[in-house]
């Protein structure tokens, strides 16, 4: 059974603040990872994609893969209201394999 | 990318009927999803719709229930059929992006209440 867990919420951080949220994945021959952004009522957004080890940033978003570890984080720096959000960690295998979803973590920016 | 529209957006159905999503993307693609989400919880996969064959469904959904057709590489349609108030939540379509990417885009969702 591949599984995809996320660090458990509400996360709350000041605005301003660097939110981190953190993703581990069962499956070691995964080759995809995604991060999700969800608003309340909204279908998933997404915001960033990583295959490489290492760090990838776009913006205020960073995406960090350690596959080593089987661990992927996504840090959003000078969080704002707008980042309130549940964000969800999504991995893949092979290029024909299905995503697998974690459960995702909602975030809330406290102005 | 992929430019993905649902119809309908929202229905409200009573038990025991079916209703039937309708999914378009702007452009073909090789793969495309059938997802539900439940108040508060994450996106549940249903099934992968085929072009030219029979869907493959997850553990716990069948096609009796969950019929879906995939005419062409860029429709799709998913039935729910005769429906219980526990059939109630958001149904999401989603296909693979092009130009070689295998990054996953969604539909903006069908929320279904049934009564």
């Known amino acids: 059974q591949k599984e995809v867990e996320q660090n458990s919420g509400p996360l709350s951080v000041p605005e301003g603040a660097i939110a981190s949220l953190n993703c581990t994945y069962s499956?070691?021959?995964?080759?995809?990872f995604f991060w999700y952004r969800q608003y309340s009522g909204k279908s998933p957004e997404l915001i960033m994609f990583?295959?490489?080890?290492g760090d990838k940033e776009d913006g205020r978003f960073t995406a960090q893969l350690n596959k080593a570890s089987q661990y992927v984080s996504l840090l959003i720096r000078d969080s704002q209201p707008s980042d309130s959000a549940t964000y969800l960690c999504a991995v893949k295998g092979t290029s024909y394999d299905k995503v697998i979803f974690g459960p995702g973590t909602s975030l809330s920016v406290i102005p | 990318s992929a430019v993905i529209s649902q119809k309908p957006s929202r229905d409200i159905c009573q038990r025991g009927t079916s209703l039937t999503i309708q999914c378009q993307v702007d452009?073909?693609?090789?793969?495309m999803f059938w997802y539900r989400q439940q108040p508060g919880q994450s996106l549940t996969l249903i099934a992968t719709?085929?072009?030219?064959?029979?869907?493959?469904?997850e553990s716990g959904f069948v096609i009796d229930k969950f019929p879906i057709s995939r005419p062409n590489l860029t429709f799709s349609t998913l039935t729910v059929s005769n429906m219980s108030p526990e059939d109630s939540s958001i149904y999401l379509c989603?296909?693979?992006?092009?130009?070689?990417?295998?990054?996953?885009?969604f539909g903006p969702g069908t929320r279904l209440t049934v009564l």
């Open positions: 989603s296909a693979w992006g092009t130009g070689g990417t295998d990054t996953q885009y």
């Open positions: 990583i295959y490489s080890n």
């Open positions: 719709a085929n072009q030219g064959s029979e869907a493959t469904y």
């Open positions: 452009s073909q693609v090789t793969m």
């Open positions: 499956d070691r021959g995964s080759q995809s």
